[in-house]
């Protein structure tokens, strides 16, 4: 018996020295060194005339600020005057994203984009307006631009194609902005 409840008393006890390892580093960085902000916006005018509106705060989870995630808003003007009446377009929305840099200069970007848009319906025979669902997976390339601003670049694919996307049917999504922090 007493062999039996030399190993049991081994195995329980084993798992609390398990804790005494070396600690991980504290991450002494304030709020505002961990936050960044940024964004895009995108302008066209004349017979198509375009506006995109897409602000961004993240926040640097791990010590080293490789990983990030975020919230952002979006709203989006669109008008055609190619066509008689003009095709019009409003749109707006949330996201959230995570970001991981695999390098210095380049990251992975997923982000969950929820866009309320206007979608005709031929039940009631009126347009309406619908929350439409979009997953954005791609990479991107952020620039310094000197203290804590930058410049980036990123390729995105929408990967769950809601019949109602704006990006349906589209290849990669390019775009770009200013980031203050990232």
Avoid: C
Wanted: no cysteine; net charge positive; glycine share 14%.
């Amino acid at each position: 018996m007493r062999p039996t409840s030399l190993l049991l008393l081994i195995l329980l006890t084993g798992p609390l020295t398990a804790q005494d390892g070396p600690r991980t580093k504290r991450d002494l960085r304030s709020l505002s060194d961990r936050l960044y902000f940024g964004g895009g916006i995108g302008l066209s005018f004349g017979t198509v005339t375009a506006v995109q509106v897409d602000p961004l705060v993240g926040y640097k989870v791990d010590p080293g600020g490789k990983f990030s995630v975020g919230l952002g808003g979006s709203y989006w003007y669109y008008q055609d005057n190619r066509y008689t009446p003009p095709i019009n377009f409003t749109g707006y929305g949330y996201r959230t994203f995570t970001r991981y840099r695999v390098l210095e200069q380049v990251f992975l970007h997923a982000e969950f984009l929820h866009l309320n848009v206007e979608r005709y319906s031929v039940i009631e025979d009126r347009i309406k307006r619908i929350w439409v669902p979009h997953l954005l997976v791609g990479a991107g390339y952020v620039q310094p631009m000197g203290g804590r601003s930058s410049i980036y670049f990123q390729i995105l694919f929408e990967v769950l194609q809601d019949p109602n996307s704006v990006y349906r049917n589209q290849g990669p999504i390019i775009s770009g902005g200013v980031g203050i922090g990232f």
